[in-house]
């Protein structure tokens, strides 16, 4: 490696080596191309010199300066530990209680989750007693606030393994208004299955819902998931729910579905946390999706820009999603630390985000 | 009515998703005895590249895309028998097999390229997900494929990508069918690496890269 360059990353977590002058090159591009495709401000000359700064740290691992610290949510439950490393774990099995207490006492979590191994709502209701007596048990023991975690994965819902038709198949077919209709049905049909597993797990004792991987299956899957927030708020003015986002722009596999008169398909960043807000979330996780053929400098412009306008619209805490393939970091089982560093620090002091 | 004016009827009718339209559009155009390869050409096909244009920007959607496409389909199926040796210069890409790959389930991005495929021309075999390697390449040959994708969403089953390469080599396929691999964690340079012959970044990029590479 010539003295003028640095180790960084590209997207799939390749090792390479760039100048400063094609770091910053990247840094623009990335910025650009979030603020093309979001209409929202690029960073600034100031913000792009800071970013240049922290990638090109010679240390492996960075941190947020002292005094920036920020709170820890951590998703996926115990998943992270109990998944195989084709399910973004590490394969080492173990509890849920002893999963909860080894983030809270030795990870420093701030929040904790309960997850069904599925980590969806839909299988969620079949064992939903079992899952009440769970949270009651380790509720004696966590200090941290302890959640519910599930997806609303409408995907579930849709042949073959629901009952409504798969719009994949229907539009494939030209069968188009069918294809919005059963989205649409599909998306009441995820709404009650929240408001009757959150009720039943906010009654076990849970401080609160977080819904992860929001909008995975698209536009109905997002309005399905906000009606099921706003009658879970309904039913608990206290609770704390997270509404954490799939993507960075809401896919329209529906095209045109509303939220409070909104059409939500093609929503940024900036935009779904006002419609997660209405819904009654307390706190949005932004995500920003990774591009594995771009670096990491390109990457985390790019992030940075689409969260630090969602930041700045938001009137509620925003947490940003930093992990395998969101938030500026290469899409990898195991995410590199110098990347993971590098993108949490950047989140916090350019985007000012108040949480990863 | 000039050949211009049609094609710009039918480039309305596409944008426009009117099915009724593009189908009078195509009739008219057999009544006057315009160049209807042009009208194909200049016409359907420039409103549907501007819907893709629109679906890139993401001011328009999937079901969008489909509208416009049925009606554009409308038109040409109505022009099809009048083209004759026309057709050959039409868009008529031939057989695509797509499939996510074996041991992976995702398949909302996989469906949006075969329908961007759709659009653009192939007649795309969609095999589903989680497809075993030797059923991938046993559809490619039994379809007699121009060529066949293969999505991957985790790093963990990308590697089949790899493992489908040989199976092609093996069965003598590779070389008469192009085999196309994209999915989040694929890169160009996997692509490369792997010896697949197209890597797409996204559905649009598949769609553009593959008729390039079709059409030579």
């Not at chain 1, 530990?81 to 701030?110: K, P, Q, W, Y």
């Not at chain 2, 309305?12 to 009739?27: C, D, F, G, M």
Request: charged fraction near 25%.
């Amino acid at each position: 490696m010539a003295a003028q360059e640095f180790y960084t990353r590209m997207g799939d977590g390749k090792r390479v080596t760039m100048t400063k002058e094609k770091i910053m090159a990247d840094l623009q591009a990335g910025t650009a191309d979030a603020a093309d495709m979001g209409t929202i401000p690029a960073l600034t000359a100031d913000d792009l010199e800071r970013l240049l700064d922290i990638i090109c740290d010679r240390n492996r691992v960075v941190a947020v300066e002292p005094g920036n610290e920020v709170v820890l949510t951590y998703d996926i439950g115990q998943l992270d530990f109990t998944g195989d490393n084709g399910n973004s774990g590490n394969g080492v099995d173990m509890g849920r209680l002893e999963a909860a207490l080894i983030h809270e006492r030795a990870l420093g979590a701030d929040t904790f989750e309960l997850a069904h191994s599925d980590y969806s709502i839909k299988p969620v209701k079949p064992v939903i007693s079992m899952e009440m007596q769970t949270m009651e048990e380790i509720q004696q023991e966590i200090i941290a606030p302890f959640f519910y975690g599930a997806m609303p994965n409408m995907g579930l819902y849709y042949a073959p393994d629901g009952p409504y038709g798969n719009p994949a198949d229907l539009m494939r077919e030209f069968k188009i208004d069918e294809s919005m209709q059963q989205s649409e049905l599909a998306a009441e049909h995820l709404a009650r299955d929240i408001e009757y597993v959150g009720n039943k797990i906010m009654a076990a004792g849970a401080d609160g819902f977080d819904f992860d991987t929001m909008a995975s299956a698209g536009d109905a899957d997002f309005v399905g998931g906000l009606k099921g927030v706003e009658a879970l708020r309904k039913a608990n003015p206290l609770a704390y729910i997270n509404t954490g986002m799939a993507g960075e722009s809401v896919m329209g596999i529906h095209g045109g579905i509303e939220f409070h008169g909104k059409t939500v398909a093609g929503l940024f960043p900036h935009q779904q946390v006002k419609v997660c807000e209405e819904a009654g979330a307390n706190v949005f996780g932004a995500v920003c999706n990774t591009n594995t053929s771009k670096s990491l400098a390109w990457n985390m412009a790019r992030a940075v820009t689409f969260v630090k306008e969602c930041v700045k619209q938001a009137s509620i805490p925003v947490h940003c999603d930093l992990g395998m393939g969101v938030g500026g970091i290469p899409m990898f089982e195991t995410p590199p630390i110098d990347a993971v560093t590098r993108a949490s620090k950047a989140m916090v002091e350019i985007a000012k985000c108040d949480g990863v | 009515m000039t050949q211009e004016e049609l094609n710009e009827r039918a480039k309305k009718a596409v944008l426009t998703y009117n099915i009724n339209e593009s189908k009078k559009v195509a009739q008219d155009a057999l009544d006057q005895k315009v160049d209807i390869v042009d009208l194909i050409q200049n016409g359907f096909t420039v409103g549907i590249n501007q819907v893709g244009d629109l679906y890139e920007q993401k001011k328009l959607f999937l079901p969008h895309i489909m509208a416009a496409a049925n009606a554009m389909n409308a038109g040409v199926d109505i022009l099809t028998p009048h083209l004759g040796d026309k057709a050959k210069t039409a868009d008529n890409l031939g057989k695509f097999v797509i499939c996510t790959i074996e041991g992976d389930i995702h398949s909302i991005g996989k469906d949006i390229v075969a329908i961007m495929l759709k659009v653009a021309g192939f007649d795309v075999v969609n095999l589903g997900r989680d497809i075993p390697l030797k059923d991938i390449a046993k559809a490619a040959a039994d379809n007699n494929a121009v060529a066949v994708g293969t999505s991957a969403l985790m790093t963990s089953t990308m590697v089949n990508q790899k493992a489908f390469e040989e199976i092609m080599k093996k069965q003598g396929l590779k070389g008469k069918c192009l085999t196309n691999v994209g999915g989040a964690p694929v890169t160009q340079q996997w692509a490369d690496e792997i010896g697949a012959d197209v890597y797409s970044e996204n559905a649009q990029d598949c769609a553009a890269k593959m008729v390039k590479a079709v059409k030579g």
